[in-house]
């Protein structure tokens, strides 16, 4: 959800929001909006289901889901930048009157249309492995556009396209970035420091604590040279219940059980790469 409202508010209110102009400003019914948004969250919902029920079938690793997400950030960015190159919203006002029958239809295929975080959000319905959760990816997606899809369907006309486009591509590249960086998190290819704090007595039974907010401690110490079992436990829901480590993928809460490590720090990341943990073996 927090994507749409940021992000998906950026690019694909500047390039849907002219659908939605056609449909309340040409003699459309306002209520229609109402089953503009209905259709939109249907198709967002069914195509997210589908994608990551692909996602379950292929079972994607997390150096495949890596590269998805920064593809994603690359394609944002993209779109971002033909926005503030054009200087205008590219989508246009239909040419004749939209019926409240015809409105959830038209909300419904607008998940065809080239927005830059409608395609990365897709890329993480399939990285998610579920059908649940891709369909809760993208229906979330779809939740936060909404107040602004609605706000938009009544004002666009009175506000310049112009500064609407570059505001959108700005937002759209800082979006971009960052879903480009949680990929490159996700594959290990950006350098991370291990906390400075102590991490506390080495132990061969480590716990570790999965919160909205990442990995609590984030850096736990265990023996060199011998096996060691890191218990995940759950306190929130989200990203980091499923956690990516040593190259393979484990829902928590769960124990993994790692061979003998030589000295050094272990890092493992979310599901999403957006939160980080360490091992320091020693």
């Not at 229609?32 to 939109?40: E, Y």
């Amino acid at each position: 959800m927090a994507a749409g409202l940021v992000a998906g508010t950026a690019t694909c209110a500047a390039t849907q929001g002219g659908l939605l102009v056609g449909l309340v400003g040409r003699g459309g019914d306002p209520a229609a909006v109402g089953w503009f948004l209905a259709g939109r969250l249907g198709s967002y919902t069914l195509a997210g289901a589908l994608l990551g029920l692909l996602g379950s079938a292929v079972s994607l690793p997390p150096a495949a889901r890596a590269a998805l997400l920064v593809a994603a950030g690359v394609m944002v960015i993209g779109f971002a930048v033909r926005m503030l190159r054009r200087g205008h919203c590219a989508a246009r006002p239909g040419e004749r009157p939209v019926s409240r029958l015809r409105a959830p239809l038209i909300g419904a295929a607008t998940v065809l249309v080239p927005c830059g975080m409608t395609l990365g959000m897709e890329m993480i319905a399939v990285s998610s492995g579920s059908p649940v959760a891709g369909a809760a990816a993208m229906a979330g997606f779809v939740a936060g556009t909404a107040p602004a899809f609605a706000l938009l369907g009544y004002v666009l006309r009175r506000v310049s396209r112009t500064r609407l486009a570059r505001a959108a591509g700005v937002v759209a590249i800082v979006a971009g970035l960052w879903t480009a960086g949680a990929g490159l998190n996700l594959a290990g290819w950006l350098p991370a420091a291990a906390p400075r704090a102590r991490a506390g007595p080495a132990s061969p039974v480590v716990t570790v604590w999965a919160t909205r907010q990442g990995y609590r401690p984030a850096l736990v110490s265990a023996p060199a040279g011998v096996p060691v079992e890191i218990v995940f436990k759950v306190a929130g829901r989200g990203c980091t219940s499923t956690v990516s480590i040593a190259g393979r993928d484990v829902a928590l809460p769960a124990t993994v059980r790692l061979p003998p490590q030589p000295p050094g720090t272990l890092r493992y990341v979310c599901g999403m790469g957006m939160y980080t943990g360490f091992v320091d073996f020693s």
